[in-house]
């Protein structure tokens, strides 16, 4: 018996966190975007205890289409955390979040989605930066340069972009890998890239322009957040030679067993 045809073409996990000043203007977008690929797609809202009216607003939207459905959290959970439950409770035959900010526009979505029609398990957005002279804009510019530095030497994998806020997967080819994750915040974004590669998935990365809004008040802290990175890291780190001496001395008694059957 074959399986069932998933009802959605495309799942798209929307984690909200302080999003009131452009939430509504950005799903509108974001529908826009999708409706003009012909896909069926659903909208999966998860609002992670903001302290502005970004709850209010999706209570607003969710209503209007049924193609859309809601998740409040009591209690905050964090952007890693809040983006799993989402890839969990998808039902499409792609899942995949974006940055609700829409820094990385819904406009580049045709050519991610394409990407995997194409053969790949995931595509994720590589960002070209659109930087403005805000002594901010430039520092995290230069921070998010050094992370990816920083990424490339700590970890074997080809990835130039592991933290963007743009990704997309097969959903029957990610699950597992979501399910492996630990990370509840923002060092999931690598996390994820780490173990798809690991796993064997075929992921690549499709060139999206990143401009930075000046109308939005960033969420990051950067001092708390940097600090916050390198303690996942060290923490993922750890825990990867743990599974990895895990694995090695589950395979000395298959090892020995065989020995003695011959």
């Not at 798209?12 to 003009?36: K, M, N, P, T």
């Not at 743009?166 to 915040?185: A, E, N, S």
Request: hydrophobic share 40%; proline share 5%; aromatic share 10%.
């Amino acid at each position: 018996m074959s399986e069932p045809q998933p009802p959605y073409d495309v799942s798209v996990v929307i984690a909200c966190y302080q999003e009131e000043g452009h939430l509504e203007e950005s799903v509108r977008q974001l529908c826009e975007s999708l409706d003009q690929t012909g896909r069926s797609y659903e909208l999966i809202f998860l609002e992670d205890k903001s302290r502005d009216r970004t709850a209010e607003i999706i209570r607003r939207l969710v209503p209007l289409a049924p193609n859309r459905r809601a998740v409040y959290h009591q209690q905050n959970v964090g952007r890693g955390g809040t983006v799993t439950e989402g890839f969990l409770l998808a039902k499409g035959r792609i899942v995949g979040f974006l940055d609700i900010d829409l820094e990385v526009h819904s406009r580049f979505l045709p050519s991610v989605l394409q990407a995997i029609d194409d053969g790949a398990d995931g595509a994720t957005a590589f960002r070209h930066y659109a930087v403005g002279w805000r002594p901010t804009a430039l520092l995290r510019h230069f921070l998010s340069s050094g992370y990816r530095w920083l990424f490339r030497m700590m970890f074997a994998v080809p990835f130039r972009d592991p933290e963007t806020g743009f990704k997309f997967f097969l959903r029957d080819k990610i699950v597992p890998v979501v399910q492996r994750t630990r990370d509840v915040g923002w060092f999931w974004d690598s996390e994820i890239m780490i173990l798809a590669h690991q796993a064997g998935l075929q992921v690549v990365e499709v060139p999206c322009r990143f401009e930075r809004r000046a109308d939005k008040q960033s969420t990051v802290r950067i001092v708390r957040d940097v600090w916050r990175y390198l303690v996942a890291i060290r923490a993922f780190q750890k825990r990867q030679r743990q599974e990895r001496a895990a694995a090695r001395a589950a395979a000395v008694p298959t090892r020995q067993a065989g020995r003695d059957a011959g």
